[in-house]
């Protein structure tokens, strides 16, 4: 029996720190654009990783592909998490990042290129942080369009490939914020894809802002190019009108999630057609065992480990 419990580290994202929310300097070779990449060499549902950069390094999700034909496990690398954080001076929402995801950026010559030059792509997940901001209580359009130009303009600095959205512990209504109102996530999302239209936006699909994806006669469902079940270990269709290419039901935690329940997850996932599968916490020990449990599912093959 699966449990519906949501074993995620927190403190990737939840650690205060006295980086600064966003660095804009000089242009840099974190901002270049990475070289053209090459095609992935599998055919079957698109593979995400999430990595709790405080503690493992984006590398890992480079380091398995395929026993049969080479190809990578992973298709999209997940960095969690930015902040969503509240300034009670101007009560405005801004964008932070604590040290080690700003590293991670910083770094992204020797972090992020590598993964995409391989073909891999990197997302930004951001999170909130106990402050009273989130996603879904923008007061106005305004607020939301400029919260999602800090949002696209990080995206263009450091050279990613997108953005997720993991509505979690804003708290809201600390700091005097508004509670969850209809329009707030509406507003965001859309000004972000109007802002970076061949970016990826996803979904964690959890939280306040999850639920109000219509406002006004505009629907932004399909907005996202995915969304995916948040509870680790279990089976749970998003729900969001999206087409199955674009949905994970599947969820597991590598190392926590058993190798069983892994591959029955995976074997589901292809047996209902569905073109996503999301992994947490891809760690840098060997875990080629667990990786493969879902791989000869979905890709008929084993996982390789290169260190």
Known sequence: MFTLVRRRARTAALALSTVAALVFGAATATGATSAPAPASAKQGPTSVAYIEVNNNSMLNVGKYTLENGGGNVFDVAVIFAANINYDTASKTAYLHFNENVQRVLDNAATQIRPLQQKGIKVVLSVLGNHQGA??????????????????????????????????????????????????????????LRAN?????????????????????????SSTFDYAWNPYYGTWQVPGIALPKAKLSPAAVEIGRTSQSTAADLARRTVGEGYGVYLTYNLDGSDRSADVSAFTRELYGSEAVYTP
């Open 196 to 220: 970076m239209p061949d970016k990826i936006i996803s979904l964690y699909n959890i939280g306040p802002a999850a639920s109000r994806l219509s406002y006004g006669g505009v629907d932004i």
């Open 134 to 191: 989130g996603f879904a209580n923008f007061p106005s359009q305004q607020a939301a369009s400029a919260f999602a130009k800090q949002l696209s303009d990080t995206v263009t600095e450091y050279g990613l490939d997108g953005v997720d959205f993991d509505d979690e512990y804003a708290e809201y209504g600390n700091n005097g914020t508004g509670r969850p109102n209809d329009s707030s996530f509406v507003h965001l999302v859309t000004a």
